[in-house]
């Protein structure tokens, strides 16, 4: 790919971006669509639509005017479609990942389409369908070619243009486009072709499409609200999604109105949780995950016969403070090998042991196999506790990052499984981060890196996979393959309380 271009259109502009040239041609192109024209009849094109495929990135990056209220003098937007060329609309794949690289650099960055006008004098009200107007993006924007364009804000509908304070409007202005450069270098390092490895199987898992399904189930059958006690699944866009369509979630039942319809979440309760709110509303639905349940019965076994129950697993996770209210004076939590080398148990002939269901398979079997040492009685589960979705995400992952150069997990922070997948994929020797989705990508990662893997956690909805596609042949032809390691078929039966 050639190297990238960047049009300013006035000389002011120009001399603010003039240091990215040392990583990019810096272009003034004039202002206005008949200047490009002009431009684009001579003998060194700005930009030949006509190229082949493999033509130069473009950015187009200069000062505009602000079309809606909320947008201020020095801030910055991200065009996500150009609208006003020849072309009619194009749509800008790379926006959300150009956004946060300013953002990171403190940046008031605003995303959404960008019309280019003929003229300076043309209505402002023939442009309120979008956050800003500029007069050359459109005829710059290259047909086959990675694209971008930024803008920073000198005039709104609450200081417009032919005002006295439009000179220093100005100047912040071309500060804050200046401010623009090392994100505008970062995009423009990132171009280039890729190939994309997606692990198999990824993203939902059977327990958490029953959870999700609960809720919404739930929502049907009783109406808005429903009260989830704690994030039904560990995914903030699923959260976000449930509340709004009705759901309410809260870290206590206490805080359920009495009579309300109220959901555990897929991690599990202690007794003492259903107790309480058995107490306060007669309509009480289980979302637990029956592979959390089936730890719960262990634990009970386990405590019934008198032994001390190691509970391997993190001690702030929500499904190991459920679990472990199960026999909360019989379960120690073992979460780490130092742990398993000091633990002292009441009666060292009467253990046993039980994992959290999203721990990483290794390092959970590396904590059992000092507890079996150290305590040769120790009983084990029937079954292994971590959950299949997990081992299976775990092999895809550890799979794909032997051949890429670097691995991209989408999950929330607070999600066990995914935070394991990016551990496992770092053990692997790659560069492995965690996202939410693709606005939490930085550009710096993917400069010099042809060769990707993504995957998702468990509690990753599919669809922020397809949005990190699509966001990365913003940058570049992007070829998709996926490799399967296996199919999954399970499926859980919903609460009786939602059918």
Same mark, same amino acid.
């Given at each position: ?22 990583? #990019? ?5 004039? #202002? ?268 009970? !076994? ?92 775990? !092999? ?104």
């Amino acid at each position: 790919m050639s190297r990238p271009v960047l049009f300013t259109p006035l000389r002011v502009e120009h001399a603010a971006l003039r240091g990215a040239a040392r990583s #990019m041609r810096v272009v003034r192109t004039g #202002m206005g669509p008949r200047r490009i024209q002009q431009a684009q009849r001579g003998r060194r094109p700005l930009n030949n639509p006509a190229e082949p495929a493999e033509c130069a990135p473009v950015i187009v990056a200069g000062l505009a005017g602000g079309q809606v209220r909320g947008i201020r003098p020095g801030d910055v937007v991200v065009a996500s479609e150009v609208r006003g060329g020849q072309a009619g609309t194009v749509e800008i794949p790379s926006a959300p990942l150009l956004a946060a690289a300013l953002r990171r650099i403190g940046l008031t960055v605003h995303v959404g389409p960008v019309r280019s006008v003929p003229g300076i004098a043309w209505k402002i009200a023939e442009a309120a369908d979008v956050l800003a107007v500029d007069m050359e993006s459109a005829q710059l924007a290259p047909a086959r070619a990675p694209f971008a364009v930024v803008r920073a804000i000198v005039d709104t509908p609450d200081h417009p243009l032919w005002h006295p304070g439009t000179l220093r409007r100005g100047i912040t202005g071309l500060r804050a486009l200046k401010a623009c450069q090392p994100a505008l270098e970062a995009w423009a390092a990132a171009t280039g072709p890729r190939d994309v490895l997606l692990a198999a199987p990824r993203s939902f898992c059977a327990g958490v499409a029953r959870a999700i399904d609960t809720v919404e189930a739930a929502l049907r059958r009783y109406g808005p609200p429903v009260y989830v006690r704690h994030q039904i699944v560990h995914n903030a866009h699923v959260v976000r999604d449930l509340q709004n369509r009705g759901a309410v979630f809260v870290d206590d039942v206490e805080a359920v109105p009495e009579g309300s319809v109220l959901v555990f979440s897929a991690h599990g309760v202690a007794p003492t949780v259903r107790a309480g709110a058995a107490a306060r509303t007669p309509t009480v639905i289980d979302a637990t995950c029956p592979l959390v349940t089936k730890v719960h019965t262990e634990i009970r !076994r386990y405590a019934r016969r008198g032994n001390t129950v190691f509970l391997i697993g993190h001690p702030d996770h929500e499904e190991v403070q459920g679990s472990r209210g199960e026999a909360p004076e019989d379960v120690i939590v073992v979460p780490d090998i130092e742990t398993a080398l000091q633990v002292r148990p009441k009666d060292p002939e009467q253990v046993a042991y039980t994992m959290q269901t999203t721990l990483a398979v290794d390092e959970a079997e590396q904590i059992a196999a000092v507890l079996r040492e150290r305590f040769p009685t120790l009983s084990a589960p029937r079954t292994d506790d971590i959950c299949y979705a997990t081992t299976n995400r775990q !092999r895809a992952v550890r799979a794909i990052a032997r051949e890429v150069d670097l691995v991209l997990v989408v999950g929330s922070p607070n999600s066990s499984n995914s935070v394991r997948l990016v551990e496992v994929a770092q053990r692997e020797g790659v560069p492995a981060y965690l996202i939410d989705d693709c606005s939490e990508i930085d550009l710096h990662w993917l400069a010099g890196r042809q060769r990707l893997g993504i995957t998702a956690g468990a509690s990753a909805p599919p669809h922020l996979v397809d949005e990190i596609l699509h966001c990365l042949g913003g940058l570049g032809p992007v070829t998709a393959k996926e490799s399967q390691l296996i199919d999954e078929d399970v499926t859980f039966a919903l609460p009786k309380e939602v059918i």
